[in-house]
């Protein structure tokens, strides 16, 4: 048997599957046209009643922003008139009575009153001046006033005026400026030369670190140094570090 003789039917079994196909097409199509209309009905049914819920919520928000915005007025103008606590009293009393900055300033002048300048004629002592005498010469401060104060103490006392120009800052034209007003006395402390230890002799501006160590080495080997004039033999000492340091000497 052949398999061709399966799918062979008579006339009117032919007609009859027709018919069949016929039928369940047509039952397919109104099952889809039946579920089509059903599911758009339920989309709107539940698209009328999402509607209905929205309109709902939207009245009640409505309803409730009347008073909101009551509120937030009564807030913003209780913040914008605050009421003073015992803070607020302190702190504005505090503030009232805070002096202004040119109120400070001049309190501050006056606690600490500018040294008055000198007039022309009037002078000062060269070795026994403080640093507040200083500042009333024309062109020296507080600064200079206290290079020079502190330099007069290493060297013991100025010998000359002229040793002011080898104050740090104190050039030839401020020298010339500032030596009418300055007299001088003699008023100097001498380093003890066979006395002193190491540091304090070198301590002093016009010893240097070899001629220290000379100065030391003479007193172990001789004893004291007699004069200046046994410095002056030795080449670590030049003319005019002697010219120097003679005014500065005890033997």
Not at 115 to 137: C, M, P, R, S, V
Request: with cysteine; charged share 25%.
């Amino acid at each position: 048997m052949n398999w061709k003789d399966f799918l062979y039917f008579q006339r009117g079994e032919q007609v009859a599957v027709t018919l069949l196909l016929v039928l369940i097409t047509l039952a397919i199509l109104l099952n889809m046209t039946i579920c089509s209309r059903n599911v758009s009905d339920i989309a709107l049914l539940q698209n009328d009643s999402v509607a209905v819920q929205f309109d709902e919520f939207r009245e009640s928000l409505q309803e409730r922003e009347i008073p909101v915005v009551q509120r937030e007025t009564e807030r913003n103008d209780s913040r914008q008139t605050p009421r003073l606590t015992n803070q607020n009293r302190t702190e504005q009393r505090t503030f009232a009575e805070r002096p202004s900055a040119e109120n400070r300033t001049e309190n501050r002048q006056n606690n600490f009153p500018r040294a008055e300048k000198l007039a022309e004629g009037e002078t000062i002592f060269l070795n026994t001046t403080d640093t507040t005498e200083w500042q009333k010469i024309p062109g020296i401060g507080s600064t200079f006033a206290d290079r020079i104060v502190r330099y007069k103490n290493r060297l013991g006392g100025f010998s000359s005026v002229y040793q002011l120009r080898e104050v740090n800052g104190i050039d030839d034209e401020l020298f010339v400026r500032i030596s009418p007003f300055i007299e001088h006395n003699t008023n100097i402390r001498k380093l003890q030369i066979n006395q002193l230890e190491f540091r304090e002799l070198l301590a002093h501006p016009y010893l240097e670190y070899e001629q220290v160590q000379i100065i030391m080495n003479l007193r172990r080997r001789i004893g004291n140094i007699s004069s200046i004039e046994e410095l002056a033999m030795l080449s670590e000492f030049s003319n005019a570090d002697i010219e120097r340091l003679k005014a500065y000497l005890a033997f």
